[in-house]
């Protein structure tokens, strides 16, 4: 036996144990962001106020890959995230455990973000897209107050020489809580499924998806113990009385002459009614009972007959991304129609345009919520978004914004037994958290707001 | 006259990316592949594919700074240093898919790819080993 044999014979000695032995593989990647918003109102508009804040878009996350053996296409992926807008708690929008059935066909089965628009499970990865975050008229919670599912999704995807295609079905659950009138209301996603479809090449991508949330919701027991419930009911109350009252009077004093009831003359006079105002003051009161009593009627409807029960929500999209050499366009339009509990369906949409120049990308955007037929809330608003992205290494980038936000017009009601009715204009609050319950009905509500913000964004 | 040939290589240098070398991709001496195209190698280094002409590979990555990746990402996969980090940052935290496995330098590329049969990387000429085979050279 030669050197050289036996040399050979102990290196694949060695080398056997070795590959017989599985190899696990543990990978650890996370992103951060560093931001500051100011808002010129002093209420609060999504976390942000006229003091600044640095909870609107500041949160790290970590993600985590192992794989026990790398030969077994079976992966355990988790990824934390700790953001500034939940104090710093750590949350999990990723959980699963992912197996790789074939090269095309991947199932991950746990926790996972849902793939409701085209960047919706890009959210916190702010390398991945121009502006701070993505336009919040469509991402924001005000139109998808969820973002992640306990169950499981189906993922196909395949390459051909130039192009992609993508089919995702996606089933699960989950808990919620829709900030509405300036409390939280808790609610119950019985049930969420949808399926998106998209293709594209290296820089374009299209894409279409449908997705149905099943939900349970105490609207009512929530709302009905706001104050603003209470005081609203109370003035209507107060109002009709006021004006029954008043009209008992008029029908009283007669035409004002030793026909009517003198007594009542007197107290219209202290009121400073002259018998020659009597009939516009009849036909006034009349009006002021009637509009009471449809607040009333209304305020009922809102916060006392709402119902407490299921819904269901169903969302529609599609967009379009082209990020060229130079050039960055994307587009999206989404709508949300909801049944059975009384939240405005929407319409939303944005487009973007962004010019590369070296590190630099300044871009714009408009982008449109539109509230339909609300009872409760109305957002419509509409935001002008201008912004530079600066790219200062490739894992790492400083973005500016300068928005310009317009609140919509008041709501008038185009369906339902209050259709047409002034009394049933709602003003918009837009995607203010707080105002509704404040200022819906006094209307002292902003129409226009500006939002300037700055945020270093990173992966590593 | 010499500071100006040495400024204009310079400028060609820049212009034309960091540095010039040719870019050896290299497996095994003992790797069943025994060769490669840069469409195939674009998806091996895309994460878009796992295989070449049906055998099971890994592709192995240089650190990002490195400018040998820089060249072998502009040449090979088309993509910038920020374009390819947005790429991968969205395969990585959107659960589209796993990062590639990466090694520190070219001397850890060819340790690496000696104890990985199946293993597929990238090196410039001058740390050929021979412990390796060269599948496709880049200019």
Redesign the interface.
């Known amino acids: 036996m030669s050197i050289k044999k036996s040399l050979a014979a102990g290196a694949l000695a060695l080398a056997l144990p070795m590959s017989a032995m599985a190899a696990t593989?543990f990978?650890i990647?996370g992103?951060a962001n560093a931001g500051f918003a100011w808002v010129d109102s002093s209420e609060t508009y999504l976390f942000s106020d006229k003091d600044g804040s640095f909870n609107e878009s500041s949160f790290m996350?970590l993600?985590m890959?192992f794989?026990p053996n790398?030969d077994v296409p079976i992966?355990f992926?988790t990824?934390l995230i700790a953001r500034g807008r939940d104090d710093w708690n750590l949350e999990a929008d990723?959980a699963?455990v992912?197996w790789q059935a074939t090269?095309d066909f991947t199932v991950?089965v746990g926790r996972?973000?849902l793939p409701i628009f085209l960047i919706s499970?890009?959210y916190?990865?702010g390398?991945?897209y121009p502006w701070i975050a993505p336009p919040e008229e469509i991402y924001g919670f005000a139109n998808i107050p969820f973002t992640a599912m306990t169950g499981f999704?189906l993922?196909y995807?395949h390459?051909f020489?130039e192009t992609?295609i993508n089919a995702k079905f996606y089933m699960g659950r989950d808990n919620m809580s829709i900030p509405t009138m300036g409390t939280d209301i808790p609610g119950e996603i019985t049930r969420m499924y949808g399926a998106s479809f998209s293709f594209g090449t290296?820089s374009l991508e299209l894409r279409a998806s449908v997705s149905t949330v099943e939900f349970s919701m105490q609207i009512s027991d929530a709302v009905s113990s706001l104050p603003i419930a209470q005081n609203l009911q109370a003035e209507a109350g107060a109002a009709m009385m006021t004006a029954t009252g008043l009209l008992a009077l008029l029908n009283a004093a007669g035409d004002g002459t030793s026909n009517g009831n003198a007594d009542a003359q007197e107290t219209l006079a202290a009121l400073g009614i002259v018998p020659g105002d009597y009939g516009t003051k009849q036909t006034e009161t009349i009006e002021d009972l009637k509009k009471s009593y449809i607040e009333g009627q209304f305020n009922q409807s809102l916060f006392a007959a709402v119902p407490n029960g299921n819904g269901e929500a169903e969302f529609y999209s599609a967009g379009m991304r082209y990020?060229g050499d130079s050039i960055f366009f994307m587009t999206e339009v989404a709508r949300r129609s909801v049944r059975g509990l009384p939240f405005p369906d929407s319409n939303t949409g944005f487009v973007t345009l962004g010019y590369r120049l070296n590190?630099m990308m300044p871009h714009f955007t408009y982008s449109v919520h539109e509230s339909e037929d609300s009872i409760l809330v109305n957002q419509t608003q509409t935001s002008a978004i201008l912004g530079l992205r600066y790219?200062i290494q490739?894992?790492a980038a400083l973005k500016f914004e300068a928005q310009y936000i317009e609140l919509g017009d008041d709501n008038i009601r185009t369906s339902g037994p209050l259709a047409g009715t002034d009394q049933a204009a709602l003003p918009s609050t837009g995607l203010f958290n707080e105002l509704p319950a404040l200022d819906t009905f006094t209307g002292d509500v902003p129409d226009e707001v500006i939002k300037l913000q700055v945020a270093y964004t990173m992966?590593f | 006259m010499k500071y100006k040939a040495l400024a204009t290589g310079m400028l060609c240098c820049l212009l034309s990316g960091i540095s010039m070398a040719e870019v050896m991709v290299v497996a095994h001496a003992k790797s069943n592949i025994s060769a490669v195209d840069q469409?195939t190698l674009k998806?091996l280094f895309l994460g878009?594919?796992?295989?070449i002409n049906g055998s099971k590979v890994?592709a192995v990555n240089l650190p990002?700074s490195n400018a040998l990746k820089i060249e072998f990402d502009t040449k090979v996969v088309?993509k910038?240093?920020?374009?390819?980090?947005?790429y991968w940052?969205?395969r990585?935290?959107?659960?589209?898919g796993?990062?590639l496995?990466q090694v520190s330098s070219e001397e850890n590329m060819v340790v690496w790819l000696a104890e990985n049969k199946d293993g597929i990387g990238y090196l410039s000429a001058d740390s050929i080993s021979s412990k390796l085979k060269v599948l496709l050279t880049i200019p």
Do not use: C, L
């Open positions: 593989d990978k990647n992103f996350g993600q890959r794989a790398v992966s992926v990824q990723w699963y992912s090269e991950n996972v973000k499970e890009a916190d990865v390398v991945t999704n993922d995807n390459f020489d992609w290296e990020d590190k790219d490739p894992w992966v | 469409a998806k878009k594919t796992a295989k890994r990002d088309g910038d240093p920020s374009k390819m980090k947005a940052a969205n990585i935290f959107t659960g589209k796993k990062p496995d």
